[in-house]
């Protein structure tokens, strides 16, 4: 169930040259959150732009017992522009949490994330999940630069084994990843994989998925306009068996099966 609430801002900080971390102190009942689901921000307007508005982002961390909500975002237009301007003790609206997020079939027992930039804070939480339920995580993070890299010590810290590609030249490249990924298929290590953030990557792994029979979850990014389910703004097609349909991402998503995922 999602709630609309008061949340207090405790930090809001810098993690890298690109990235902020947004911590809040929200209340029990937008706290019972699910890995790959997102919040809407009433984000403040930041001087001389648009009046306030709500701005889709997916959950970073959440801690119901320490009344703890994390956001990791880059300042890229008037929304994360307001959200910069945050300092502690201000009040943030939230309104969450909204969404699917990400499920764990019984036998998928070594998983692998593939995903770049902020695609990687979407499935940070996923690697908390893996650990409570005793799963294998490898997590393969893509980014341009090393130092870009994204959830790299969170992932390590809930046990996941962390390969970091980049694209100078450490090697992010098609090919390099691929090659990659197909080792660890050979050595019998994925039962499922997870994605978010690059086109390219899901279109890689759909393939190998299809190639192995390996399954598969997307956390989709979509232009969002209300995020519960009403405008019909985040409406994209999917793939259901051999028909093409419709489906609001921020509703029946933003988790799909990869599979079902038109480029
Ligand atoms: Fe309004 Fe999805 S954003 S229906």
Sequence with gaps: RCAEARAIVRANTPVNGEYRLLTLDAPAEVLDCHPGQFFQLLCPEPEGEHPYLRRPMSIYGYDAEAGRLQFLYKVAGAGTRGLATLVPGDALNVLGPLGQGFTMEEGWRNLMLVARGVGLATLAPLARMAQQEGRRLTAVCSARRADLAMSVDLFRSFGAEVIVVHDEDGSSSP??????????????????FYTCGSSR??????????????????AMEQQMACGIGMCQACVRPFREGDRRVQRRVCREGPVFPMAEAIL
Aim: proline residues 3%.
């Design 175 to 192: 090919e390099a990843l691929e090659a990659l990924i197909r080792a660890r298929i050979a050595a019998g290590g994925v039962d499922a």
């Design 201 to 218: 990557l899901l279109r890689l792994l759909q393939t190998l998925g299809a190639e192995y029979g390996i399954p598969g979850e997307v």
